[in-house]
C-alpha cells in the first residue's frame, strides 16, 4: 500500500522498517471507531463549511460501505497498511476518489488515534463492566443460598473465628464492586475529545471541537491541543483498574484452590471448570481458578510496561505511544477472559456445608467468645484471656473441643462458668452475636445483600 504520508522521503521505507512500524496487525480492532470518528470529523468539516456536501455524502456513503464489508468479512484488511487509520482512508480514496482525500482535512493522525483508542477503551470497559456483574450476580446467588453455612475465618491462614459463608463471599463482593466504580471513575476522566488538536498545535481552520465530541458521546473536550494528542494517563488509569481487578481474581482464585483441596474440601468445583491428571486417574485439579491466579501476573506487566514506556517521554506525541494498544489491549482481553470463566465457576460451585461446620468446630475458633463470656461475668479480659488459653491448651493436649469439656470442669477453672457457657460457645450463637455493622451477624448479611443487590440494580450494562 501506497504511504498517505509519501513526498517527503525520496526513497522507499525498508521491508525491515515497515514491519517494524507498522501496528495493523495490533489496532486493527479499532476499525469501528476509527470509521465512526471519521463519520463525526466528516460531518463537522460540512457543517462549517470546509467540505461540500457532495464530498461530505461522498465520504459517508464509502465510510459506512467500508464498515459494512468488514463487518461482513466481505473486505479484508490489509497486512501491508501502516495502521487501521491509514488502511481505512486508503480504501475510501480507493472508492470515492478526491473526496476521500479531503477527510484528513483539520485532522492528524495524533489526535485520530487518541480518539480511536478512547473510543475503544470506553467501549471495552463497559463489557468488563458487565462481566464484573455477571460475577458479582453469581456471588449474590451463593451468598443468599448460603448464610446459615458456617466456617472458620482465618487470620494468617489460621482459624480464627467462626463466619458464615455468606459474608465470607460478600466480601469478595465489596472488592468487586469497588473495581466496577474503578472503571467507572477512570472513563469518566477518560471521556473527553481529543480531537481536532491535530498534530499538537490545532489547525488554521475554523472548526467545532465541540459537535464532533457531542457527536461520538464524550463529555467535552481536551483543553490543551498537546495534552490531548500526548495523554495516556487514562491507560494507566485502566490498567491500574485492571490489575486490581486481577489481584482479587487471584486472591479468590487462591481460596477456591484451597477450599477445593483435600485439605479443606470446603466447596466441589463443577466438572466443567476443573480438569484432570494425565496419570493420576484420581485427580480433579483446579486449573481454571489457577491460570486466572497465573495471568494476573500478566496484567500487572502490561501496567509497568506501559508506565515505563511513558515515563521519560517529551510533549508532544512520540512513536513510542505506539506500545500502547497492545499493552491495553492484551490486558483487557486477558481480564475478560478471566471474568468469563470465573462468573460460572463460582455460580456452579457446591459448598460442602458439613466439611465446613466441622473444620469450625475443631479449630477453637469460639475461643473468643468464651473470653468475652467471662468478662461478661466480671472477669477482667486479660484474665479471662488467658484463662481461656490455657483451657484450650488443655483441650489440645486431650484431643477435644471446648464443647466437650464438662460444667464441673469449666467450674473447677472457675465459679463464674455455669449451664449457659455451652450457649456462649455454641457456634451458630457465636455468629449471631456478631451484631455489629459489617459483621458476620445475619441482620448485618442480609443488609449486605441488599445493597449488593442495589448496587447491581443501578448498574446500567
Not at 475503544?120 to 470497559?125: E, K, M, N, P, S
Amino acid at each position: 500500500m501506497e504511504k498517505l504520508w509519501a513526498g517527503r522521503a525520496q526513497a522507499a521505507t525498508s521491508k525491515i522498517a515497515d514491519d517494524f512500524n507498522s501496528s495493523i496487525h495490533i489496532d486493527c480492532r479499532m476499525y469501528r471507531q476509527d470509521i465512526t470518528g471519521s463519520l463525526a470529523h466528516a460531518a463537522m468539516l460540512a457543517a462549517q463549511g470546509i467540505l461540500s456536501k457532495a464530498d461530505l455524502d461522498a465520504i459517508t456513503t464509502g465510510l459506512e460501505g467500508i464498515l459494512a464489508d468488514l463487518d461482513s468479512g466481505a473486505l479484508a484488511i490489509d497486512p501491508t497498511a501502516e495502521d487501521i487509520h491509514m488502511f481505512v482512508e486508503a480504501e475510501l480514496t480507493k472508492r470515492v476518489g478526491d473526496a476521500g482525500k479531503r477527510l484528513h482535512t483539520a485532522r492528524s493522525r495524533n489526535d485520530q488515534v487518541a480518539t480511536d483508542l478512547r473510543l475503544y477503551l470506553r467501549d471495552a470497559c463497559a463489557g468488563l463492566q458487565g462481566q464484573l456483574k455477571e460475577l458479582l450476580e453469581a456471588i449474590y446467588e451463593q451468598a443468599r443460598a448460603n448464610q446459615d453455612v458456617i466456617l472458620p475465618g482465618y487470620t494468617h491462614l489460621q482459624r480464627a473465628q467462626p463466619v458464615c459463608f455468606a459474608h465470607h463471599l460478600l466480601a469478595w463482593a465489596a472488592m468487586l464492586q469497588r473495581d466496577v466504580t474503578r472503571l467507572q471513575d477512570a472513563v469518566a476522566r477518560m471521556n473527553y475529545s481529543p480531537l481536532g488538536s491535530c498534530a499538537l498545535a490545532g489547525t488554521t481552520y475554523n472548526t467545532d471541537r465541540t459537535m464532533t465530541a457531542v457527536a461520538l458521546g464524550f463529555d467535552g473536550v481536551c483543553g490543551n491541543s498537546m495534552d490531548g494528542v500526548s495523554d495516556r494517563d487514562f491507560c494507566v488509569e485502566i490498567l491500574s483498574a485492571l490489575a486490581l481487578v486481577m489481584m482479587h481474581l487471584s486472591r479468590f482464585s487462591e481460596e477456591i484452590i484451597l477450599w477445593s483441596s483435600w485439605e479443606f474440601k470446603f466447596v466441589e468445583l463443577d466438572d466443567g471448570f476443573t480438569t484432570g491428571s494425565s496419570i493420576m486417574p484420581q485427580k480433579k485439579n483446579p486449573d481454571m481458578a489457577e491460570l486466572v491466579r497465573g495471568k494476573t501476573g500478566r496484567v500487572y506487566g502490561d501496567l509497568m510496561g506501559t508506565l515505563t514506556m511513558l515515563k521519560g517521554l517529551p510533549l508532544a506525541y512520540n512513536k513510542d505511544m505506539q506500545e500502547d494498544k497492545e499493552a491495553i489491549f492484551d490486558a483487557i482481553d486477558t481480564v475478560s477472559q478471566c471474568l468469563g470463566v470465573f462468573a460460572p465457576m463460582v455460580r456452579t460451585m457446591k459448598p460442602l456445608k458439613a466439611n465446613m461446620h466441622a473444620a469450625a468446630q475443631k479449630g477453637f475458633i469460639n475461643a473468643t467468645d468464651l473470653a468475652d463470656y467471662l468478662t461478661c461475668k466480671g472477669m477482667p479480659f486479660r484474665s479471662a484471656y488467658k484463662l481461656t488459653g490455657q483451657l484450650v491448651a488443655k483441650c489440645i493436649a486431650e484431643g477435644k473441643v471446648l464443647e466437650d469439656v464438662t460444667l464441673t470442669e469449666y467450674k473447677a477453672l472457675s465459679e463464674l462458668f455455669d449451664e449457659d457457657v455451652y450457649e456462649a460457645i455454641d457456634l451458630a450463637a457465636c455468629v449471631a452475636r456478631r451484631t455489629s455493622e459489617g459483621g458476620t451477624g445475619p441482620a448485618s448479611v442480609t443488609a449486605q445483600l441488599q445493597q449488593l443487590e442495589a448496587f447491581l440494580a443501578k448498574m446500567c450494562v
